[in-house]
């Protein structure tokens, strides 16, 4: 199955694991439109283990963040390799998504930690090991 969905605390990590185009869009779409749900606001979308994407895949990616952001989520993007970044670049999309290295720092940025780089390969860390960091308390002067 070239895209699965997972949740880490939050945050639902969507993981692409073919070339995003064709049959893959396709499939991303279903797994994307059941979690696009109100409940969940907080999405990385995990292309570790895709080389390449076309316009049908970018397209798709819109229309994820549209939705989400519909339902007042986020969407961040992480894993991309040196083609799927460069395609970011020239389609500006680098200026439409937040992009991480990995799943462990994309999760991290929603405030999460996750206790074991499992996530790294494609494996669910423990929930006992995923906490919710502190949040810092802002300083405002009156």
């Known amino acids: 199955m ?11 990590v969507i993981s692409v694991e073919a070339e995003f185009s064709g049959d893959a869009v396709k499939e991303f779409r279903a797994v994307a439109e059941q979690q696009a749900v109100p409940e969940n ?3 990385v979308l995990n292309f570790l283990q895709t080389s390449t994407m076309d316009s049908a895949g970018l397209e798709a990616l819109l ?9 007042t989520g986020l969407v961040k993007v992480c894993g991309l390799d ?16 937040e992009i991480f290295p990995g799943v ?39």
């Not at 040196?82 to 998504?97: H, S």
Request: proline share 5%; charged share 30%; hydrophobic share 40%.
């Open 2 to 12: 070239p895209t699965r969905a997972e949740k880490f605390g939050d945050v639902v």
């Open 41 to 43: 606001l907080w999405f």
């Open 63 to 71: 229309w994820f963040r549209d939705q989400v952001e519909g339902n």
């Open 82 to 97: 040196q083609t799927c970044a460069k395609i970011f670049e020239l389609t500006r999309f680098d200026r439409k998504f």
């Open 104 to 142: 462990s720092e994309a999760v991290k940025s929603y405030g999460y930690t996750v206790g074991c780089v499992a996530a790294e390969s494609g494996a669910s860390p423990p929930a006992e090991k995923m906490t919710a960091a502190p949040k810092a308390k802002s300083k405002v002067k009156a």
